[in-house]
């Protein structure tokens, strides 16, 4: 399966993609890193690993429609089949996500349905929830909405930061999202379904 990976960022979602992609036996293989962002350093991270990478830079262009336009006709060029957002900090017009409905996905650091949005660790910390995680899941036009692939979580501990917590999550997150593309790639998660299982991978 070739897979088109869009990044605003570090990239560390990106590295555990890269490097599960790298066995030979995995079934999925990125072909292509977008970012909007020039200095991104998940770009590096891709060269590094050999694929292309291309920088549409959201500033350069007159609305979110048009920017997404360029974004759909770089991916369709590269054939890509699978689009993962990993750490893309851009919200998505509505036409670009239906037209990949069903094959584009998310991680977000929460257990979906809580914690949308933004600052999730903190949000986990001020509802006082034992259990906190993170989420791969199908991009519908609603943010952080989409049907449920996987999910992971760890332990709220006692005297947690929200850095101590982030920190814990991100190690979840970095062995979910390739166990998720796996599972995609194989054919194994079936159609977008908010019944999907449960995926909880040792913390």
């Given at each position: 399966?070739?897979?088109?990976?869009?990044?605003s960022?570090?990239?560390?979602?990106?590295?555990?993609?890269l490097?599960?992609?790298?066995?030979?036996?995995f079934?999925?293989?990125?072909?292509?890193?977008?970012?909007?962002?020039?200095?991104?350093?998940?770009?590096?991270?891709?060269?590094?690993?050999?694929?292309?990478?291309?920088?549409?830079?959201?500033?350069?262009?007159?609305?979110r429609?048009?920017?997404?336009?360029e974004?759909?006709?770089?991916?369709r060029?590269?054939?890509?089949?699978?689009?993962?957002?990993?750490?893309?900090?851009?919200l998505?017009?509505?036409?670009?996500?239906?037209?990949?409905?069903?094959?584009?996905?998310?991680?977000?650091?929460?257990?979906?349905?809580?914690?949308?949005?933004?600052?999730?660790?903190?949000?986990?910390?001020?509802?006082?929830?034992?259990?906190?995680?993170?989420?791969?899941?199908?991009?519908?036009?609603a943010?952080d909405?989409?049907p449920?692939?996987?999910?992971?979580?760890?332990?709220?501990?006692?005297?947690?930061?929200?850095?101590?917590?982030?920190?814990?999550?991100?190690?979840?997150?970095?062995?979910?999202?390739?166990?998720?593309?796996?599972?995609?790639?194989?054919?194994?998660?079936?159609?977008?379904?908010?019944?999907?299982?449960?995926?909880?991978?040792?913390?």
């Amino acid at each position: 399966m070739k897979v088109g990976v869009l990044i605003s960022g570090r990239g560390s979602n990106l590295q555990a993609l890269l490097e599960s992609c790298a066995d030979p036996a995995f079934p999925a293989e990125i072909a292509l890193v977008i970012s909007n962002v020039t200095e991104a350093r998940g770009l590096d991270r891709a060269r590094a690993a050999g694929v292309t990478t291309l920088v549409i830079n959201h500033k350069d262009f007159t609305s979110r429609e048009t920017f997404d336009a360029e974004m759909d006709g770089a991916l369709r060029a590269a054939g890509i089949e699978l689009v993962c957002l990993a750490g893309f900090m851009r919200l998505l017009s509505v036409g670009f996500v239906e037209s990949w409905q069903g094959r584009m996905i998310n991680i977000h650091p929460s257990l979906l349905p809580a914690f949308k949005g933004l600052r999730t660790h903190a949000q986990a910390l001020a509802a006082g929830v034992k259990l906190h995680g993170c989420t791969v899941h199908y991009v519908t036009p609603a943010l952080d909405d989409g049907p449920i692939i996987a999910q992971g979580a760890v332990p709220v501990l006692a005297g947690d930061t929200e850095e101590d917590l982030a920190a814990r999550v991100l190690a979840v997150e970095h062995r979910l999202y390739p166990l998720a593309l796996k599972v995609i790639a194989e054919g194994k998660a079936g159609a977008p379904d908010p019944a999907a299982s449960l995926i909880n991978p040792p913390v």
